[in-house]
């Protein structure tokens, strides 16, 4: 039965729509560049959303962030998108990934925040590939999530199915060139962030089975990345940063 739900779901539900549905934000300009399901596109400066918490309801809440457009009243709700965020259970994932978010846009440290960075989905101009979207689907967070495969995989192939159907029968959302324009990456951005920086064994590392020498090293790089946004933050609020 829930085969099938997942069959469902992805087939009527994720086919002949969008492959994905991409926010910009241009920390250069203070927009926030929005491609909505109906194909329009949302531009907004970033210091005129107002963005909260949302959550599901239900014995295991999922936790988004949605971002308003306000009337001028400062209180009428006019439009509303949500971030591609969703986590089950507690919040506290949320307000890091929020703070991602605010530090780009608001603090001196795009550098150190592209360290933390460990995954891009291929999909920028083009399709996800069947084997991406199973890897997304199995990805663990260590090994002790092994003992789930077995009843895990199934499912995962199944999904991963009907996934790459509603990818060969959507569209890719292509910008309109006012928004391209505004967002064009200087040629001697230092700051690179892409699939080009993607761990090399990408099974390993979705499946957390990592050599121990590449573990260790990204783990490195982002603690001390890590560490240096926190001694910024705590040096311009004059407080220590938890």
């Not at 992805?10 to 491609?35: A, D, G």
């Not at 949302?42 to 949302?54: D, G, I, M, N, Q």
């Amino acid at each position: 039965m829930l085969a099938v739900v997942v069959l469902k779901r992805f087939l009527l539900k994720e086919s002949f729509c969008k492959t994905h549905y991409p926010i910009r934000f241009n920390r250069k300009n203070q927009m926030i560049y929005v491609y909505q399901v109906n194909g329009q596109v949302l531009s907004a400066p970033w210091t005129e959303v107002f963005f909260t918490r949302a959550s599901t309801g239900g014995a295991i809440p999922e936790w988004g962030i949605d971002g308003h457009i306000l009337a001028q009243d400062g209180e009428t709700v006019v439009n509303t998108f949500s971030l591609a965020v969703s986590i089950a259970g507690s919040s506290k994932l949320l307000s890091e990934y929020w703070e991602f978010i605010r530090c780009y846009m608001e603090e001196d440290c795009v550098e150190d925040l592209a360290e933390l960075v460990a995954l891009c989905p291929p999909v920028e101009n083009r399709r996800e590939s069947f084997t991406f979207g199973l890897q997304y689907l199995l990805k663990v967070r260590s090994r002790l999530e092994w003992i789930w495969m077995p009843m895990k995989l199934p499912l995962a192939l199944l999904a991963g199915v009907a996934r790459w159907v509603a990818m060969q029968t959507s569209a890719i959302p292509q910008w309109p060139q006012a928004v391209q324009d505004a967002c064009v990456t200087e040629p001697d951005d230092p700051v690179n962030v892409s699939t080009a920086n993607n761990p090399r064994h990408l099974w390993r590392y979705v499946l957390a089975n990592e050599a121990r020498e590449e573990y260790e090293a990204r783990y490195a790089r982002q603690t001390a990345a890590n560490n240096r946004i926190r001694a910024k933050l705590a040096e311009r609020y004059g407080k220590k940063m938890a």
